[in-house]
């Protein structure tokens, strides 16, 4: 990009090559607390039941607009490298990712899922894996290290035809998207119906991400020429009934050219700040979504460990039910052959068994049950006996079924549930204040820290 001029916003003053900024180490080590193999807080709540998404370690930034609105350029500004080709000619004719790494690289469209795997529903849009790419620079300029821009096709009207869905493309990528950067180019294309039918279908669902800027406006003739090709594009966004708010913002912004000055006023360090308010919201929002993570967890582990309870309350109660009825279904036979072997016996042999006074208290107790029994007719007797017979099996069945219980957890598991919920009360939360307190120094002193 000729004439590129190193413009370093205020953001950018603390950050020297080689060194990792306090958003940055927020955001990767919120990420860290969530990916860890054995203590990480997914694998916690996978444990009971709990589904958790990882944070991301950075925003992931869309530019879109008409073909030539200077998105690609944008970027080549933005991280001070020229890594996306710009012309008058489509030249960004799929989604490129651009983000920073270690080494210069390339990636084509598999690689590109792999590296973010939260995209790969993206090639469910028939065509789209052959127009993905992705380019990984060693730029630490502004706050790159933190974004993750994703560079759009063109949008044209007529008889272009793309590989792909592009409309639904992108619509699902706004999805995902932390900010939706909207270029119009003043050179005639601005008006395009395409553009301004995707981001009426944006704005309806994402309007609070949607940014609106007048690319390349130093290219746009005079002042009044610039307005009136303003004045223009508000008219036909305000037309839209999705787009018609109040408060409507178009900055002006055009990438600098020490060869080519200008006395258009420049608002491109407001994208800047755009991006940086959005870093600065996404690291809270971390920061807030990792304690109420935490507090969820907590409570899926409470309630785990009192489920466990009342199933060991309920399994001891189960157990008594059964063995009563158990016990009870047992007597009825044991104590029906008891007075047939009794009622076998003479009265000498009673004597010689349970003693005189043994075989006397005997006969009073049982004296009203004989009475009863010899008091119906043989034929009765037998259903009276299977009845008891009967009564006696119901009660066994009844016994095996009320003592089922319930599984509950080991001790061992107990123990290990309890240590991790002390890890997620005493550890990420202690951790998660020591980050909110390092992203907050940032802003205030000490004396404020509470």
């Not at 469209?109 to 469910?124: C, D, I, R, S, V």
């Not at 009265?347 to 208290?361: C, F, I, Q, R, S």
Request: charged letters at 25%; hydrophobic letters at 35%.
């Amino acid at each position: 990009m000729s004439g590129k001029v190193r413009n370093r916003s205020a953001a950018n003053a603390d950050s020297v090559p080689g060194s990792v900024s306090c958003d940055e180490r927020i955001l990767r080590d919120c990420h860290n607390m969530y990916t860890q193999p054995d203590s990480g807080l997914i694998t916690i709540a996978q444990s009971v039941g709990v589904t958790l998404l990882p944070p991301r370690k950075k925003i992931t930034v869309m530019l879109m607009g008409n073909h030539s609105a200077g998105k690609s350029s944008f970027i080549n500004w933005y991280i001070e490298e020229h890594i996306q080709r710009t012309g008058v000619a489509i030249e960004t004719q799929g989604f490129t990712f651009v983000t920073s790494g270690r080494k210069r690289e390339s990636l084509t469209g598999n690689a590109t899922l792999h590296l973010y795997p939260h995209f790969k529903p993206l090639q469910e849009f028939k065509g789209v894996s052959e127009y993905l790419g992705t380019e990984i620079c060693t730029s630490r300029q502004k706050r790159f290290s933190l974004v993750t821009f994703v560079d759009t096709p063109g949008l044209v009207d007529g008889d272009m035809k793309y590989p792909f869905d592009v409309d639904q493309a992108i619509l699902w990528l706004g999805d995902l998207c932390d900010l939706i950067l909207v270029f119009f180019d003043p050179m005639g294309q601005a008006l395009c119906k395409r553009t301004l039918n995707i981001v009426e279908m944006l704005n309806e669902k994402h309007g609070d991400r949607l940014r609106f800027y007048l690319s390349k406006a130093d290219e746009a003739g005079g002042e009044s020429d610039r307005q009136r090709v303003m004045m223009q594009i508000v008219q036909e966004l305000c037309k839209r009934p999705g787009l018609n708010k109040c408060g409507f913002d178009m900055p002006t912004i055009y990438v600098p050219n020490t060869n080519k000055p200008s006395r258009c006023v420049n608002q491109i360090e407001e994208v800047c700040r755009t991006i940086e308010k959005t870093i600065n919201q996404t690291v809270q929002n971390t920061l807030n979504s990792l304690e109420k993570d935490c507090e969820l967890i907590s409570e899926a582990v409470t309630d785990t460990l009192d489920n466990d309870r009342q199933c060991s309350v309920g399994n001891r109660r189960a157990r008594c039910k059964g063995c009563a009825l158990g016990l009870l279904g047992f007597t009825i036979p044991l104590l029906m052959l008891a007075a047939l072997v009794l009622g076998s016996l003479s009265k000498e042999m009673l004597d010689m068994v349970l003693g005189a006074d043994g075989t006397e208290a005997l006969t009073i107790y049982l004296a009203p049950v004989v009475r009863a029994f010899e008091s119906v007719s043989g034929e009765m007797q037998l259903y009276v006996c299977g009845g008891l017979v009967l009564l006696s099996f119901i009660l066994l069945i009844l016994s095996r079924f009320s003592s089922r219980t319930k599984a509950t957890l080991s001790g061992k598991q107990k123990r290990q549930l309890q240590e991790k919920l002390e890890y997620v009360q005493e550890v990420v939360k202690s951790k998660k204040k020591e980050l909110y307190e390092e992203y907050l120094r940032q802003s205030v002193g000490d004396q404020d820290m509470s």
